[in-house]
């Protein structure tokens, strides 16, 4: 199916009162200026994800991983919702019968851009917790520029409020998405920017896929899941997603 032809399906699968489900990773934040991981360009190509992204990395060098996050949320905190976050947050409102938006992203940008039913399965990057307590303090309340590693004011040591390699992503994430696919099956999937290499966001694609709805992949360079997509856009999601909210061609 050539473009025109794609998004023309798509199109005519999100009008009327569509339910859909859209699953995020790192490459819709691109055009925002925010590196993705494994992309050209990603974080995990020149950067050791076990030293950065792991309890055991943390607890060897607690000041190397703040510093590391600490230029993210720089990064984060500098960065705008780009067209792309827009057009899902529009999406949103147009759905009717119901939305879930299931992203990575650790960076709120989905949030800011207007999307309101946002599950964060890895956790934010704008937000710190307790290493010993379950406290949860918002970045915020941080002051930033202090030498790393961040503790709270009673000298606690915090560390970031995001999921690292070996631990066990959100539940409550995990359970709204569940429970959306339990509800009723998606008219369409989204799967927007990511390299889709976790099973569970494999497997939340391919049951949505299953149900009955029409599966689709927006990325310049289409993942592992590609294969298994009904349609699979290769362009930028902030060029590709504000096009669907575009009238279905008549042609
Ligand atoms: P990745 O860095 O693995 O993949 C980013 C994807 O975005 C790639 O497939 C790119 O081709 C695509 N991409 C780049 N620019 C894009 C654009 N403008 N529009 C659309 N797509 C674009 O990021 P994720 O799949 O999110 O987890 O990675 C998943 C998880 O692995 C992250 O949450 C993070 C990482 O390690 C943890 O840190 C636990």
Redesign the pocket.
């Given at each position: 199916m050539d473009d025109g032809g794609a998004f023309d399906a798509l199109r005519e699968r999100l009008a009327g009162a569509p339910r859909v489900l859209a699953i995020?990773?790192?490459?819709?934040s691109?055009?925002s200026g925010i590196?993705?991981?494994?992309?050209?360009g990603?974080?995990?190509k020149n950067h050791d994800?076990a030293r950065l992204?792991s309890p055991q990395g943390f607890a060897a060098d607690p000041a190397l991983v703040w510093e590391w996050y600490i230029h993210r949320i720089r990064t984060v905190l500098a960065a705008e919702p780009n067209a792309?976050h827009r057009a899902l947050a529009e999406l949103e409102r147009r759905a009717s019968s119901g939305f879930c938006l299931l992203t990575?992203?650790?960076d709120g940008l989905h949030q800011r851009a207007g999307s309101r039913r946002v599950h964060e399965?890895?956790g934010t990057i704008l937000q710190a917790r307790g290493t010993r307590s379950d406290r949860r303090v918002p970045v915020a309340d941080l002051d930033i520029d202090a030498p790393p590693p961040l503790r709270a004011a009673d000298g606690e040591l915090l560390r970031p409020d995001?999921?690292?390699?070996g631990?066990t992503i959100r539940t409550d994430a995990y359970r709204a998405v569940e429970t959306f696919l339990d509800q009723a099956p998606p008219d369409v999937c989204l799967v927007?920017?990511?390299?889709?290499?976790?099973p569970y966001?494999q497997a939340w694609a391919i049951r949505a896929r299953m149900a009955g709805a029409l599966l689709a992949e927006?990325?310049?360079?289409?993942?592992d899941l590609a294969s298994s997509c009904d349609i699979v856009i290769a362009?930028?999601?902030?060029?590709?997603l504000p096009k669907l909210l575009e009238p279905a061609s008549t042609s």
């Amino acid at each position: 199916m050539d473009d025109g032809g794609a998004f023309d399906a798509l199109r005519e699968r999100l009008a009327g009162a569509p339910r859909v489900l859209a699953i995020t990773g790192a490459g819709i934040s691109a055009e925002s200026g925010i590196s993705t991981f494994r992309g050209a360009g990603g974080w995990w190509k020149n950067h050791d994800p076990a030293r950065l992204a792991s309890p055991q990395g943390f607890a060897a060098d607690p000041a190397l991983v703040w510093e590391w996050y600490i230029h993210r949320i720089r990064t984060v905190l500098a960065a705008e919702p780009n067209a792309g976050h827009r057009a899902l947050a529009e999406l949103e409102r147009r759905a009717s019968s119901g939305f879930c938006l299931l992203t990575q992203n650790v960076d709120g940008l989905h949030q800011r851009a207007g999307s309101r039913r946002v599950h964060e399965i890895h956790g934010t990057i704008l937000q710190a917790r307790g290493t010993r307590s379950d406290r949860r303090v918002p970045v915020a309340d941080l002051d930033i520029d202090a030498p790393p590693p961040l503790r709270a004011a009673d000298g606690e040591l915090l560390r970031p409020d995001v999921v690292w390699f070996g631990e066990t992503i959100r539940t409550d994430a995990y359970r709204a998405v569940e429970t959306f696919l339990d509800q009723a099956p998606p008219d369409v999937c989204l799967v927007v920017g990511t390299s889709g290499m976790f099973p569970y966001i494999q497997a939340w694609a391919i049951r949505a896929r299953m149900a009955g709805a029409l599966l689709a992949e927006i990325n310049p360079e289409p993942g592992d899941l590609a294969s298994s997509c009904d349609i699979v856009i290769a362009r930028p999601a902030g060029e590709a997603l504000p096009k669907l909210l575009e009238p279905a061609s008549t042609s």
